[in-house]
């Protein structure tokens, strides 16, 4: 089993930045393949991307591509989201989760973060 917390939410003004954390616990953080989403009020929760267990793969939803990347350090058993050039439609409480799998952006995620608020002003 895996705990995770994710940090580093917050407001931002459009064209910003913020990088999210998430940390894991337990020793076997390496082993397990994280995935970060996240939703808006009154929508669903959307995938935002993932990355394997080395960090050598990953894969971006397009409405973030170009402008969010995910990396891992897993000497920290951290996983990040760095978001730059960021829009109001980012709004929403941002997740991580964790997969002993990998597939892509069809990975079934089994362990869930709390969540963090990133709030966007045009």
């Known amino acids: 089993q895996v705990q995770l917390v994710e940090s580093g939410g917050g407001l931002v003004q459009a064209g910003g930045s913020l990088r999210l954390s998430c940390a894991a616990s337990?020793?076997?953080?390496?082993?397990?393949?994280m995935g970060w989403f996240r939703q808006a009020p009154g929508k669903e929760r959307d995938l935002v991307g993932g990355i394997d267990w080395s960090g050598r793969s990953t894969y971006y939803a397009d409405p973030v591509k170009g402008r969010f990347t995910i990396s891992r350090d897993n000497t920290k058993n951290t996983v990040y989201l760095q978001m730059n050039s960021l829009k109001p439609e980012d709004t929403a409480v941002y997740y991580c989760?964790?997969?002993?799998?990998?597939?892509?952006?069809?990975?079934?995620?089994?362990?869930w973060g709390q969540g963090t608020q990133v709030t966007v002003s045009s």
């Open positions: 337990g020793r076997t953080f390496s082993s397990y393949c």
């Open positions: 989760a964790a997969s002993r799998g990998w597939s892509g952006p069809r990975t079934t995620y089994e362990h």
